[in-house]
Structures are given as structure tokens and as C-alpha cells.
């Protein structure tokens, strides 16, 4: 495994959330930390959370550290590089350590092949292979892995991507606990998309595939000590197919971001901040379901920094908003696509909702993963 | 959820805050007691559609603001030792001590886990008979119920390996207290429904008659804070200063009377430090001489340690109402969610904290 891929798995520059399995909210194993100590001498949970830490761990340790053999740029979640003849190809990588490792509607196996895949899908790409390594801590359960791998190749094989290399090692059970995943991919971009976070322009529509919240719940019900009974299920997929048909409208789409760790709220704002838009959006048209509205009202957490890992955010000119959201509609993984917004030229870098109500609030990027409020 | 999303009916919130409107003839400024009310204030905009002058006043119920910076470093201090489970509910743990906060304790070793109910600590506790498990149990009237029957059923089960951090605070000494300041801007209060669910009324009548000021019980919807808001207005409009109950379906008068009864045999008042404000004379619970053996801070032995409040946050002045989150110099500066000085950045519930996540749109533009 090279360093850069390693560095990417500690979460990304730009601070989005590319590991999917990487920082599940609510259980304190797996939590980012959200109000960590600046000058921690030591690595503590939140320096993995994609967020603020994470960055500052890359910018201040990393970056210096590989010096002029890391790529120009912000090393992003999936990096686009030509190899000659005109081919670009695009490469990513990502690991996954969800705790459990089953939750209602899925796995840690089929968030590492549907992660990665969405990775390279939100730059327009059509992945084709996948590297999986394993790495277990002694004890594992034979049976667990057992579903795990399964997972891993269905997975692979409903999303048409070939497993071509891949690796296993075995942890003491003081290093580890359970199975941990990482995967990298690697897929070809047509000649004409150029999608990128930095895209969105003023006026551009705000779209999403479907509904808010699903696999940050489905984890969540399943939680030592936090345990609640729901019928969500996690909504991981490959979405490839999706942004195909999102393409083959001809649209000129800007950007694609899966909402992943730290939700659709982290998501749009680091779009609006690297765009340097701002966004307005109508909080009524957000299609939040009620059953995540009632477990995130119990938490007391919102459900725009919830977690999916099968939805999109798509900024498209306004023009082709209709357009685009009729393709999506037209896809099972888009049916319930909406528009919740638009790009705007007032508070560039932050996203703002009108509430239900007729007020408005500032849509924030979180901190860290959201904690369970007291009361 | 049934009873819920009633209570942000679009519609008729418009026809309570026209009512509003209509009913409000000069400035008032109202303060609500509760971090819940604060949070659901800012998150729905209901300040925004007020008329001019009718002024919400963040007060300080946000138990994880008003915990005393001391007892986060007893916290820490018994959190480190490594014979110890440490248990709390989740928000606290982002709040950090003098030097450190439990993640860093956790990255060093500590064995810090979050858990939703301290029952769950006590189940720890009886799996773990090795080991000493500490619930953090922090809060209002509201959260007391549960970490009393919690000391309750660890005696009776003879337990010897559980105990609690206690930093409970009570609202009407903290009302009192706000009345009491010279500088005390407050009219009226909208007491916090999930109290006086536990509580009751009744020890809210005579402040109303003391200091002269309407005290309305209000919930934490949306529907629920514009008729507390309402009704607050028509008494200060006709000068009246009663106590009104607009949150009938979750309080009653006599409040939940077998939780009362817990609460009497666990704890006993206490003089309690509330951060940013200070000492209030009897405005908190520590556990009562029969369960003392459950004290943490005795087993553990951090009773002597004292610690002082940053000198740059202006925490208190905001608890009291008398600057707004953003007049303090170190607001969205030195002091973010990320960087905390006081602790009302720290809990979403905290009244700098709710302005910086929801308001900072406003403040921006105009800094």
C-alpha cells in the first residue's frame, strides 16, 4: 500500500467524509471526537474523522512529511490523473472500520465495495477494479468473515466491478476488533465530464438522490447501549450507474458529492466553501423520512449531519435542474430524488435553510460526529 | 411521532405569532430557562418572527454548560485512574477541563464510555465487579430522577463498585438568582416544561408573587414556545404575574409524585458553583447522608481539588441575559465550538453555541 493511499484512509484535507464505514456516530469506539484538545500529543479518535483534525493531521504532518512526492493540490477524496493517450483515469481509496460490523441492510463488506465505488462515481468515473485488503484481529469469528467476504463479492458483482488484488493480515485481539477493510479503485472518466466540488456557480440547483439519514440510523438502532427498534435499513450502494444516467442527459453537471460521514450539512458546505457559493435551501423540500426524524428527535441529533451511503448531491445549472431530476427519478436509486435548493451569490461559503416556520438557520459544518444531547 | 409534529403545524404557529402581533404593544424582554427552549428557538427561527422588541433571553439551562469547570477535572482526574469505567452521557465529553478532556483521557488509556441511561453504567458496574464504575450525573430536575433510582438500586443491590459524579443544579434558586442581580434586564420567564414535568408547579407561584414577574411552563416545540411566548406577552401586556401552565400534556401540578418521592430519599439540597455565574446558595442536590458511601468525589478522594474559569469568556453575563452571545469580544474568535472557552460554546444546547451553528449568517454580515 503506498503512503498516499494510507493518508487518504486517515480522512481527507478537505475535510469530507470518504470513508463511509470510517466514523460511524454514537458508539464511543468509533467516534470522532468532537471538542478535541488542538495540541494533542498523541492521536486521539478525532484526528480520523475527516473533519478540522484530520486536515490539520495532513496539512501539518503529512504534507510535510512526503515533501515533493505528494501530488499538487488537496489530495481529494478521488484523484483524476492522466496516463497518456488521452485516457484519465480516476484512482481512489478508502477503509472501513464500521462498528457493528452487520447492521440492518448491510455490512462492512458491502460499504467497502460501495464506498470506494461512489468515490470515483462522484467524479464522473465508471470504476472497473477493486483492491480489497483485510485486516483481522485474532478471534474473528470464521463465520463473520465468512459473511463479510460474501458481502464483498455481491457487492462487487451487482456493481459489474472486477476484485483484482488484495491482501490479509492478522492482528493480536489488543490491536484490533473484528475486521477491518480497506479498498482502492481505480475507473476510467469520459472525455467530456469535468466534475469537481470547486464547479458550482450561482443559480446552479441543488438536488439529492432520495431520502436523508438511512444508514446513519440503521447503524445507530443497532448500537451497544443505544439500541432501538426501527425498520431502517441502511440505503449503501453503488451509485456508477446512477451518475451514467445522470450524464446521459448531456447536462453540464458541476459537482457530485455522496453525503456520507457528517452528513448532507457537511457536505454542502464544503462545496459552498470551496465553490465559494453560498446556498439557500427550503427545509419542506428535504425528503427526510419520518422514522429518522422521530430517532434523530430521541438522540437529540439532525438529520442533515447523519450519515448515507447510497444517496448523491448533485449541482447542476439551473436549466438542466428538470432535466437531470427526471433522469434520476427514472433510476430505482433516484426515485426519490428532489430539488432542496439553489446556489446563491449572498453568504458565500455557508448554506442557509428557510425553516418550516418561515425563520431561517445556518446550516453548519459539525464539528465532529454528533453526541447524544443529555436531555 | 404522535404528539410531535403537531406541534410545528406551519399554520397554525403563523396564527400564534399573528396573535402575538396583535397583543404586543411595547418592548419586553422574556428569558427562557432552558437549553432545549434555546435550541429550538434558534433552530426554528421563532425569535426572527417575533415583533420588534419582544427580546428572547438565553438563560442557563444547559446543564452541560452551567457544570462547573471543577468538576470536569475531578471527572478527569477520576476518569485517568485505571481501576475506573467512566461513564457519561455524551455531550459532556466534548467539554474540555483546565488541560484536557475525556477523549484525551480515553487516547491515554482511560476506559471512558458513553452510555444513554446511568442504568446502563450500573449494568457496566455488574459486569464488570473488577472494576470501579463512576456515572457523570450531571443536570436539572430532569435527568435527577434517573441517577437517583440508579444510587437507589445500587445500594439494594448492595453494590460496592458503583458511583456517582453528582453535579445536579435546580432551576427556581437559578431564577431567584437572576432576579436578585442588579443589572437583571428579565421580565418574565418561560420555566422549562420537562422540569416541571418532574417538579411540578408549585415552587414556582411564590417567585411569580416575589419578584413580580409572569412564569409560564412551556414546552419545546415549536407551537409549544410561541403559546408560552404568548401568553407571557398578555400578562406582562395587562400587568398580571402569575404562573400559567401551557404545557398541560406533559405537567401537572403536583408533578410525577413517585419520582419526587426518589428524588427526597436520594438527595439532599446543597450550595452548588454554576460556571460562568457562581456560587447560589442551595441551588443544587448532592446525594443524601444515607447514600453518601455513592459519592464519587468521596471514594475517589477529589474533593480538594478547585480549579478557576477562563477570564477572557463572558460566559456569565450571557447565562444572566445581559450581553447576547456575540457582544462577548471572544465570540467566534478566540471562543468557537472547536475551541471552547466557556461553556456555553460547548453544548449545542449553549446559548453561544446556538448562535454560532444557527446566527452566524447575521453576525458575519455584519462584521
Redesign the interface.
Known amino acids: 500500500m503506498t503512503d498516499a493511499m494510507s493518508l487518504n484512509g486517515t480522512g481527507n484535507s478537505t475535510g469530507q467524509g470518504a470513508s463511509p464505514g470510517g466514523a460511524e456516530p454514537?458508539?464511543?469506539e468509533g467516534?470522532v471526537?468532537?471538542?478535541?484538545?488542538?495540541d494533542?500529543p498523541?492521536?486521539?479518535?478525532?484526528h480520523g474523522g475527516g473533519g478540522?483534525m484530520s486536515g490539520e493531521l495532513i496539512d501539518h504532518l503529512f504534507l510535510p512529511a512526503f515533501g515533493d512526492a505528494a501530488a499538487a493540490g488537496d489530495l481529494p477524496d478521488a484523484a483524476v490523473v492522466n496516463v497518456g493517450g488521452g485516457t484519465r483515469l480516476a484512482f481512489s481509496t478508502d477503509s472501513f472500520v464500521v462498528k457493528p460490523m452487520f447492521f440492518p441492510g448491510g455490512s462492512v463488506g458491502e460499504l467497502a465495495v460501495n464506498g470506494t465505488i461512489n468515490d470515483l462515481a462522484m467524479v464522473g468515473a465508471m470504476p472497473l477494479y477493486l483492491s480489497t485488503a483485510f485486516i483481522l484481529s485474532e478471534g474473528t469469528a470464521m463465520s463473520d468473515l465468512g459473511r463479510v467476504a460474501n458481502a464483498v463479492g455481491a457487492a462487487a458483482r451487482a456493481a459489474g466491478v472486477k476484485l483484482v488484488t488484495g491482501d490479509t493480515k492478522v492482528v493480536d485481539s489488543s490491536s484490533g476488533d473484528g475486521v477491518y477493510i480497506n479498498t482502492a479503485g481505480i475507473g476510467v472518466l469520459r472525455d467530456d465530464v469535468d466534475i469537481r466540488p470547486t464547479r458550482a456557480s450561482v443559480g446552479d440547483a441543488v438536488l439529492i438522490s432520495g431520502d436523508i439519514g438511512l444508514h446513519g440510523v440503521a447503524v445507530m438502532s443497532c448500537r451497544e447501549?443505544?439500541e432501538f427498534g426501527t425498520t431502517i435499513e441502511s440505503d449503501t450502494a453503488a451509485l456508477h450507474g446512477l451518475v451514467e444516467a445522470m450524464i446521459a442527459t448531456g447536462a453540464d453537471i458541476h459537482v457530485l458529492r455522496d453525503p456520507t460521514r457528517g452528513g448532507v450539512s457537511a457536505t454542502l458546505n464544503e462545496i459552498a466553501r470551496a465553490s465559494a457559493v453560498g446556498m439557500d435551501l427550503v427545509e419542506q423540500h428535504l425528503p427526510i423520512p419520518?422514522m429518522v426524524?422521530?430517532a434523530c428527535?430521541l438522540l437529540?441529533l439532525d438529520p442533515l449531519q447523519v450519515a448515507n451511503e447510497g444517496k448523491l448531491l448533485a449541482i447542476v445549472p439551473a436549466e438542466s435542474a428538470d432535466e437531470v431530476l427526471e433522469a434520476m427519478r427514472r433510476h430505482p436509486l433516484g426515485a426519490g430524488a428532489q430539488r432542496i435548493g439553489t446556489c446563491v451569490d449572498e453568504?458565500r461559503g455557508?448554506v442557509?435553510a428557510r425553516?418550516?416556520?418561515?425563520?431561517?438557520?445556518?446550516i453548519?459544518l459539525p464539528?465532529g460526529e454528533q453526541?447524544?444531547?443529555?436531555? | 411521532m404522535k404528539y410531535l409534529d403537531e406541534f410545528s403545524n406551519p399554520e397554525l404557529a403563523k396564527r400564534l405569532i399573528d396573535q402575538i402581533h396583535a397583543v404586543t404593544t411595547r418592548p419586553w424582554a422574556m428569558m427562557e430557562v432552558c437549553g432545549g427552549q434555546t435550541h429550538s428557538i434558534i433552530r426554528h427561527g421563532i425569535d426572527q418572527l417575533l415583533p420588534e422588541g419582544v427580546e428572547m433571553i438565553h438563560g442557563p439551562g444547559c446543564p452541560v454548560c452551567v457544570t462547573p469547570l471543577e468538576i470536569i477535572d475531578k471527572a478527569l482526574e477520576i476518569a485517568k485512574r485505571p481501576d475506573v469505567i467512566f461513564c457519561s452521557f455524551g455531550d459532556m465529553l466534548r467539554v474540555p477541563g483546565s488541560s484536557q478532556d475525556l477523549f484525551q483521557i480515553k487516547s491515554e488509556g482511560g476506559d471512558v464510555r458513553v452510555v444513554y441511561s446511568p442504568l446502563d453504567a450500573l449494568k457496566l458496574a455488574r459486569a464488570n465487579p473488577d472494576k470501579q464504575v463512576v456515572f457523570f450525573g450531571i443536570g436539572f430536575e430532569t435527568t435527577a430522577p434517573a441517577n437517583a433510582m440508579t444510587v437507589y438500586q445500587a445500594q439494594r443491590l448492595g453494590m460496592k463498585n458503583f458511583s456517582l459524579l453528582v453535579s445536579h443544579v435546580l432551576v427556581p434558586p437559578a431564577i431567584a438568582a437572576i432576579m436578585e442581580s442588579p443589572t437583571c434586564r428579565v421580565q418574565a420567564f418561560l420555566a422549562a416544561g420537562h422540569v416541571c414535568s418532574v417538579m411540578g408547579t408549585q415552587e414556582y407561584p411564590p417567585l411569580a408573587d416575589k419578584y413580580k414577574v409572569p412564569i409560564v411552563v412551556t414546552g419545546f416545540e415549536p407551537l409549544d414556545i410561541l403559546e408560552g411566548i404568548r401568553r407571557t406577552v398578555v400578562q406582562l401586556e395587562q400587568g398580571r404575574h402569575e404562573l400559567e401552565n401551557a404545557y398541560p400534556r406533559a405537567v401537572r401540578d403536583e408533578g410525577n409524585l413517585p419520582a419526587k418521592k426518589m428524588l427526597l430519599d436520594v438527595f439532599e439540597p446543597t450550595d452548588r458553583t454554576w460556571r460562568g455565574i457562581g456560587m447560589i446558595p442551595q441551588s443544587g442536590w448532592k446525594l443524601s447522608e444515607k447514600y453518601r458511601d455513592f459519592d464519587a468525589e468521596e471514594r475517589f478522594s477529589v474533593t480538594d481539588m478547585h480549579t478557576d474559569e477562563s477570564p477572557l469568556c463572558r460566559s456569565g453575563e450571557v447565562l444572566q441575559g445581559l450581553i447576547k452571545p456575540h457582544e462577548c469580544a471572544a465570540f467566534g474568535k478566540q471562543c468557537t465550538p472547536r475551541n471552547p472557552l466557556g461553556a456555553t460554546m460547548v453544548s449545542s444546547e449553549g446559548a453561544c453555541a446556538a448562535y454560532y451553528a444557527y446566527r452566524r449568517l447575521e453576525l458575519v454580515e455584519t462584521t
Open positions: 454514537l458508539d464511543f467516534w471526537c468532537p471538542m478535541p484538545l488542538r494533542s498523541t492521536i486521539v479518535m478525532g478540522a447501549g443505544l419520518q426524524k422521530d428527535g437529540g453568504h455557508m442557509v425553516t418550516g416556520l418561515g425563520g431561517t438557520r445556518v453548519d464539528i453526541l447524544p444531547r443529555i436531555c
